[in-house]
């Protein structure tokens, strides 16, 4: 059965230093995954998208996450947090098992501190 | 500007009455969502399209309906609306191209906030 856990509802970090949001997954057969980014008052953006290829991917403002099959994750990094990173993250996974499928995490909401 | 548009952003109801939430899309996306998206609990499905003239049922599809007459525009109605039915409503796109369906992510609208009073 297809599941994505994100392991923290509130991730709060300082401008200017790293930030980590953590995903697991659950899939039985090779996923997509994607992370979207929410701004308060706005609709979710794709942020990265994980389909097979590259195991780290590279997305906007600057962004990675890293495909760990053997860990189940693909969790979301940025070197050097700014302000206007502050949103709420979203985790998702899609596969082809049962049919087209797509599993939205709960979200993880990032404070950053001046 | 490409992309998914959403109207109206705003509405007002009163428990009972009807609206129609339009969805359009320019990008030529095979596959359409409505979402809901509710303080702690996520985002819910609620209908989709794998196409023009197709719809399916979500995860949450009661008290709502859909229509796909024409493959840019996607309709979520509310017959008899409810205050269970205060909610961001999201529209998506996705292209899911290809003999294997493969997902290249999501285009989001901008949202609709309803409250039904």
């Known amino acids: 059965a297809q599941s994505v856990t994100q392991l923290d509802s509130h991730v709060s970090v300082s401008e200017g230093t790293p930030v980590l949001l953590r995903c697991n997954y659950s899939?039985?057969?090779?996923?997509?995954l994607f992370w979207y980014v929410q701004h308060p008052n706005k609709g979710l953006q794709l942020l990265l998208k994980?389909?097979?290829?590259?195991?780290l991917v590279k997305g906007i403002n600057g962004f990675e996450a890293e495909f760990k099959k053997s860990e189940t994750s693909f969790h979301l990094t940025k070197p050097s947090a700014h302000m206007s990173d502050a949103a709420e993250y979203f985790c998702?996974?899609?596969?082809?098992?049962?049919?087209?499928?797509?599993?939205f995490g709960a979200g993880t909401r990032l404070f950053v501190k001046a | 500007n490409a992309g998914v548009t959403q109207t109206p952003k705003f509405r007002v109801l009163k428990t009972g009455q009807s609206m129609t939430l339009l969805c359009a899309q320019d990008?030529?996306?095979?596959?359409m969502y409505w979402y809901r998206q509710d303080p702690g609990m996520g985002l819910r499905l609620i209908h989709y399209?794998?196409?023009?003239?197709?719809?399916a049922k979500g995860e949450v599809p009661d008290g709502y309906n859909v229509s796909r007459l024409k493959k840019q525009n996607f309709l979520l109605g509310l017959e008899s609306a409810a205050p269970s039915q205060t909610s961001v409503y999201f529209c998506?796109?996705?292209?899911?191209?290809?003999?294997?369906?493969?997902?290249?992510?999501?285009?989001f609208g901008s949202g609709t906030r309803l409250t039904v009073v």
């Open positions: 399209s794998v196409g023009e003239g197709t719809t």
């Open positions: 899939s039985s057969y090779s996923p997509s």
């Open positions: 998506a796109s996705n292209p899911v191209a290809g003999w294997e369906k493969k997902d290249y992510g999501y285009t």
């Open positions: 994980y389909t097979s290829a590259a195991t």
């Open positions: 998702v996974v899609s596969d082809r098992a049962g049919g087209f499928k797509t599993i």
């Open positions: 990008m030529n996306h095979e596959y």
